[in-house]
């Protein structure tokens, strides 16, 4: 109850209503955001976190212009201190009034400083580790070594696999509840938020809230072994209609090729047993070990995030997976003739 | 030099003195710590059930720190009391039995602002975290 | 110096008499003996080159990392050859570098600041070092046969239980544990070092800040590497026996490594930071030449900050998804540890402005420090803001901001000390114009190496990554780094090119060069194998500056222990609180058993890598008989006559037992630190029990009520006659004694049938979940201790029989009964907790 009163008679200093979720201060952040991003030319990347796109990653790169100004006077002021102290003192200093600096300086300052900060931390935590409100899109993701599979809600009230590719919404909550299917990964889209880890036997989530549209990428940032390097994924952030239009026709089945060379693909897709691990919705493959590959057609990037989705980067994938990302399961299919790899990139690429 | 006689401070003795007394108020610190945390992991882990309050937990932190921070000050208060209650001036580096007394006592005082500081810290959370998402 | 005094010397033998017979006998052994040695000056100075050497190797590991991060999808090193790397520069550097020369430092600088003659268990320092040198060779030997542990320093299972098939992680559990135990009695050695080996008059108020700084770091590695210990023994008996624990489908956790890990991982940035600062301590006020200002307020540093740096191990799992209230209490306890660090760099501060500043090679590295450390400490305030490090954990910021803390915390001071303290091993003097240039080349390196970093890592870019695509903006900034680190390294060479060329030709240092005011700078150029001529008595923090003729009396051999009759290496114990002269402790000279045990106790840790277990077991029994004869032969000897003159009038007991003496302090220590590993897989019940819903789960039996209870009671009955058997043997009641004590083992080898049997009866098997596993190894652990309960008292026996031990020598079954206290509190929660816990639950 007690606790209820501080927490009231803090309410106006923090401002942070308890209804939506979002919106400590929004309008300080932006301005904070408008601020570092004029400052700062050197913050833009499809992967930075100082650039935000996203509610989360604004709030923290607010924090973090504020606290590294912060940290940089008290740096000049005892670096300040310390030279003068070698080197440009002439007389030495009275005991009392050093002593002043021990309690003035390593006492008192830092005590008040970091007792804001902690206040300050405190006050927006809650917000960045909340489940997104009810009703607001779901994504599941299995970080598997090393790549991502991404499980939609499809628009008919079940749910679809994609892979190493995310599309959200604008300026809506989703939520990602995040599992592991082998060892520890951490799912992070640093223009959007915080990262969070996906712990095998344990269920996670992170909640973000894009804000612009565009093209981003998101990484693991948890060592996972051999790949760990070369496992990310791209994220396209789009206005809702697009995203359901998008939604709505990733759900659907794989569209048969008319083409006779994609057609003759398809062929060689499951006559060389590529079906016993991806899938492709509506034909016989249906494996499950490698990522599906309903729509790879309509993807940025192939292998993870490693390679930009091109026929010339497909071959190299197929025939020497390994070297593109070491220790791989995919096997290489150097052994394919190079009129049925062809086939097999038309096909694949087909599929969008 | 001091012409003080040793025997005029009170507890001056070395088989009087514990070089355990200035751990107190750390050790305070940790119990409530620790407390603090294991509360807070168990509740929520196991008993906060569906509706993921942390109210009772918040209770928790409110008697620890109540609790922690009397002890904190009992601590530091003998602290200080060795310092004021040492004849002489108030240093502590010379090679006599009251500064070394005064010294324990000096440290300890400090020990127990530092650890009260953190205790505090510790239960600012209380404020802030309303649930155990 | 022919003065008439000089024939002063107090009582005894004339003064060139005494001086030989001290040169004697503490004379360095040589040849091929001179490995024998196990006085601290030796083993300290091969414990620091050692280290050093591993420190160079990791270094050249890093500039590895550097050169194939230089460009973007470079080739230069296969992701299994890098990924191998980085683990190896961060075990390596944590492991056998920062903490190892922390220990090295003080082995050999210690007793000179302490002006004691040695350590009082010099062959626990020589045992240290060997079994340091054999695992740490063994370790890195690994990366040349392509079968180095490659799980990163953190380990992180299930990617090192069930995705590393190989050797690696084996070799990084049981090689590195071998280390940690080398820790743990270097750690032993030097709180007893400062609680009981000071000269007398050094009160507790006039330590020098060094020792204080020794003593909580020491008490750190006691409580800190114990949870990592037990958390290896977790982790390896998952790899070689398939126990669950981290196996989340037979109810194990991996979160639970990671309490483990980062319980042992965040002091240990502590453990290799504050060592560093105590040598500003040293350095600053030297060059300040005043004494330190806020002495009081260093110690509430030291100690705060050894306390704090417990509650800050789950800001290393801010993003596992844990509640928001637990990351808020480890955020508190993360910026409040900046406060008492902070107190102490103003401290520094203060004493330069209140004094007249010296400029030096040493006080420019201090300035480097300051500069880098500081930077780092703020750095370390943003990521324990739990919001921002959603953001920069696991990226190249932390890899930025960690090497800030490390450099410059670390680093920077040990380059400073090793400037300051090169005369006191050598007797000569590094170039102040090489280091200089080394100052120069490493502050500028150090910089251009790791301030882009904090930028890579906001841009996005993660750690522990082999390569990165071009187009993220990484590209000029990692080369900026490369380049770094390359200047870096040459400021590194510098140093150790001023170290190691010859100096033959360059005249002896001064007697203490620097003009400092404390004990250690006493040391004669050329230097003595004695230490120090005579132990003196202390009346200010220090003596230099304030005793008047004080190095002359000391020379002259006017205070205690001026002399070695007996041929025997003595130094002095006195009282924890007011250094009261207690005792004469007669030490031991060169042996080789501390290098013959340590090759025995490596043979279990390398032999169990490879799942030799028969050779292990062989070795390890090897172990335990040489041990057996070092304690037998060495410890705890009755003395030829009761109490000897160490001159100056006093007469000092050579026997003592109980918490006056040394070994009693020293098994007190090395159990706490066993009590806190057993806490730590007690804790693993719990966490179990937190995480599941039905723990103990109803698909198992448990191991029953019946049997623990049998064990245990028949295990506290022994306990009472192990005390019995102390108090008898002190009456003198030698039938008695044999019978209570020989009756004390043989129930403790029933008790420990008994639990045994407990979950052996209901078929627990640890194999099959979470649970049974961690039932069988806190029975394990309990029996084991057990057994070594057993061979104590059968020590015991031994002794008393061999007349070693008499009613009024007694250090043998008083330390053992010591022993008991703790066994008996193990068998009590272990009981408690297994068979008493799932009646309450």
Not at chain 1, 37 to 43: H, I, K, L, R, Y
Not at chain 2, 13 to 25: N, P, T
Request: net charge neutral; hydrophobic share 50%; charged share 15%.
């Amino acid at each position: 109850m007690i606790m209820h009163a501080v927490n009231q008679s803090l309410q106006p200093i923090l401002d942070r209503p308890r209804r939506a979720t979002f919106s400590w201060s929004r309008r300080s952040i932006a301005r904070w955001a408008l601020l570092a991003v004029t400052v700062c030319t050197g913050c833009q990347g499809p992967q930075s976190a100082l650039s935000p796109a996203g509610e989360g990653a604004e709030q923290i790169a607010a924090l973090f212009w504020a606290m590294a100004i912060g940290a940089g006077m008290i740096w000049l002021v005892v670096i300040g201190l310390a030279a003068y102290a070698l080197r440009i003192v002439p007389q030495p200093h009275d005991k009392r009034s050093s002593r002043r600096w021990v309690i003035g300086g390593g006492v008192i300052v830092p005590t008040l400083l970091l007792s804001i900060l902690l206040m300050f931390g405190l006050a927006i935590l809650p917000a960045l580790v909340r489940p997104a409100p009810e009703g607001s899109l779901h994504v599941e993701v299995v970080g598997v070594r090393w790549w991502w599979r991404f499980i939609y809600p499809s628009p008919d009230g079940g749910s679809f696999e994609l892979a190493n590719e995310v599309r959200l919404p604008v300026g809506e909550p989703v939520q990602f509840d995040l599992r592991s299917a082998d060892v520890i990964h951490g799912f992070w889209i640093p223009s959007l938020g915080g990262k969070v880890d996906m712990i095998p036997g344990r269920q996670t989530r992170l909640t973000l809230w894009p804000t612009a549209v565009g093209t981003y990428r998101g990484v693991c940032a948890e060592y996972c072994g051999a790949s760990h390097a070369k496992m990310a994924f791209d994220v396209v952030v789009m206005p809702r209609e697009e995203f359901d239009a998008w939604l709505r026709q990733q759900a659907q089945d794989a569209i048969d090729p008319s083409e006779p060379d994609a057609r003759r693909g398809s062929e060689v897709f499951l006559k060389s047993g590529c079906g016993g691990c991806h899938a492709v919705r509506g034909t016989a493959a249906d494996g499950s070990i490698g990522p599906d590959l309903t729509h790879f057609g309509s993807r940025h990037s192939l292998a993870a995030g490693s390679l930009e989705n091109s026929p010339d980067n497909l071959r190299r994938w197929i025939t020497e997976p390994q070297s593109i990302k070491p220790m791989a399961v995919m096997p290489g299919y150097h052994t394919l003739s190079d009129a049925d790899l062809a086939s097999l990139i038309a096909y694949l690429q087909g599929l969008e | 030099m001091d012409a003080t006689p040793p025997n005029a401070v009170p507890n001056a003795k070395e088989s009087d003195e514990s070089l355990l007394a200035i751990f107190v108020s750390p050790a305070v610190w940790a119990a409530h710590f620790m407390a603090c945390y294991i509360t807070a992991a168990v509740w929520c882990e196991k008993f906060s059930g569906d509706s993921l309050s942390l109210a009772p937990v918040r209770v928790a932190f409110g008697v620890y720190t109540l609790l922690a921070v009397a002890l904190i000050g009992v601590n530091g208060w003998f602290g200080y009391r060795r310092i004021r209650r040492t004849p002489g001036d108030h240093a502590y580096g010379a090679d006599r039995a009251e500064d070394r007394h005064r010294f324990l006592g000096y440290v300890t005082t400090l020990l127990a602002g530092l650890s009260l500081v953190a205790t505090l810290f510790v239960a600012a959370v209380a404020l802030f975290v309303e649930t155990c998402h | 110096m022919n003065r008439p005094a000089d024939n002063d010397a107090p009582e005894g033998a004339p003064k060139n008499v005494q001086e030989q017979r001290l040169l004697e006998t503490w004379r360095t052994p040589r040849g091929w003996r001179y490995w024998s040695a196990v006085n601290n000056t030796e083993v300290g100075l091969w414990y620091t080159v050692t280290s050093g050497c591993f420190f160079l190797f990791a270094g050249v590991l890093a500039l590895l990392m550097r050169v194939q991060l230089a460009t973007p999808g470079a080739e230069f090193l296969s992701a299994d050859r890098y990924n191998q790397i980085f683990t190896m520069h961060g075990s390596v550097m944590m492991f056998l570098f920062a903490v190892p020369i922390f220990e090295a430092i003080s082995i050999l600088l210690l007793p000179q600041m302490m002006g004691a003659r040695d350590l009082p268990f010099p062959r626990l320092s020589a045992y240290g070092y060997y079994s340091f040198l054999i695992g740490g060779v063994f370790v890195c030997g690994s990366l040349l046969f392509d079968a180095a542990p490659k799980g990163g320093w953190f380990m992180y299972p299930p990617m090192t239980t069930d995705y590393q098939p190989g050797i690696g992680a084996d070799i990084w559990l049981l090689g590195l544990s071998f280390i940690e135990i080398a820790s743990i009695a270097a750690a032993v050695e030097l709180i007893v070092g400062v609680l009981k080996c000071r000269p007398p008059g050094m009160r507790i108020n006039l330590i020098p800040l060094y020792g204080w700084y020794i003593l909580v770091v020491a008490g750190m590695i006691l409580f800190a590497f114990p949870p990592l210990i037990a958390g290896d023994i977790l982790l390896e008996m998952e790899r070689a026996f398939d126990w669950p624990f981290f196996d989340p489908s037979r109810g194990g956790d991996p979160l639970l490594w990671q309490h483990l890990f980062w319980i042992f991982g965040h002091p240990e940035v502590y453990i290799v930071f504050l060592p560093s600062v105590a040598l500003m301590a040293m350095i600053v006020p030297t060059f300040a030449r005043t004494p330190i200002v806020g002495y009081g307020w260093v110690v509430l540093a030291a100690v705060g900050t050894g306390f704090l740096s417990f509650g800050l191990w789950v800001h290393h799992m801010f993003t596992t998804g844990l509640p928001a209230v637990t990351l808020g209490v480890f955020s508190a306890a993360s910026q409040a540890v900046a406060i008492p660090t902070g107190i102490q760099l103003f401290c520094f501060l203060a004493t330069l402005l209140a004094g007249r500043v010296v400029g030096s090679v040493p006080l420019l590295f201090i300035f480097a420090s300051l500069a880098t450390f500081v930077f780092g400490g703020l750095t370390g305030v943003m990521v324990a803001v739990a919001p921002f490090d959603l953001q920069a954990h696991d990226t190249y910021f932390v890899v930025g901001h960690l090497h800030y803390v490390l450099v410059g915390g670390t680093i920077f001071p040990l380059i400073g000390g090793t400037y300051y303290y090169y005369p006191l091993v050598t007797a000569k003097q590094l170039s102040a114009r090489l280091g200089k240039i080394a100052f120069w080349l490493l502050l500028v390196g150090f910089n251009i190496t790791f301030l882009p970093m904090h930028w890579t890592g906001l841009l996005g870019m993660p750690r522990r990554v082999y390569t990165y695509p071009a187009g993220m903006g990484f590209e000029t900034l990692n080369l900026i780094s490369t380049v770094g680190a390359f200047v870096l390294a040459s400021g590194f060479l510098v140093v150790l090119w001023d170290i190691v060329r010859p100096k033959g030709k360059e005249p002896y240092a001064p007697r203490n060069p620097w003009d400092a005011g404390t004990l250690e700078w006493l040391a004669e150029m050329p230097l003595k194998p004695w230490g120090i001529r005579s132990v003196p008595i202390i009346k200010s923090r220090d003596p230099l500056w304030d005793q008047k003729d004080l190095v002359h009396d000391i020379d002259e051999g006017r205070f205690y222990l001026p002399d070695a009759e007996e041929g025997l290496r003595e130094t002095l114990v006195t009282s924890v609180i007011d250094a009261r002269p207690e005792q004469c402790l007669r030490v031991p000279g060169p042996t080789f058993l501390p290098m013959i045990s340590a090759a025995f106790t490596g043979g279990v840790f390398i032999f169990g890598t490879y799942h030799w277990w028969t050779p292990a077991l062989l070795s390890g029994a090897g172990a335990v008989a040489t041990i057996l004869i070092w304690l037998w032969t060495g410890t705890a000897r009755v003395p030829e006559k009761e109490a000897k003159n160490v001159g100056l009038g006093l007469e000092l007991p050579i026997y003592i037992s109980g918490p006056s003496s040394v070994g009693w302090w020293a098994m007190f220590i090395t159990m706490l630190g066993d009590a806190t590993a057993f806490i730590s897989l007690v804790f693993g019940y719990f966490f179990y029990w937190t995480i599941h819903d039905d723990f103990p789960p109803e698909t198992s039996a448990g191991p029953g009520v019946v049997w623990p209870v049998v064990g245990g009671v028949l295990m506290l009955l022994a306990y009472g006659m192990t005390i019995a058997a102390w108090r008898l043997n002190r009456a003198d009641r030698s039938g008695a004694f044999y019978f209570t004590l020989a009756t004390a083992a043989l129930l403790t080898v029933g008790g420990a049938a008994a639990l045994f049997a407990a979950p052996w009866s209901t078929g627990l098997d640890p194999t099959r979940h979470s649970y049974d596993a961690i039932v069988w190894l806190l029975v394990g652990w309990t029996v084991l201790h057990a057994m070594v309960g057993v061979l104590m008292q059968l020590y015991c026996l031994a002794r008393r029989s061999a007349g070693h031990m008499t009613a009024r020598h007694d250090a043998d079954i008083t330390n053992v009964t010591l022993y008991w206290h703790f066994l008996a509190l193990t068998v009590a929660l272990t009981v408690g907790v297994i068979a008493g816990f799932p009646l309450l639950s």
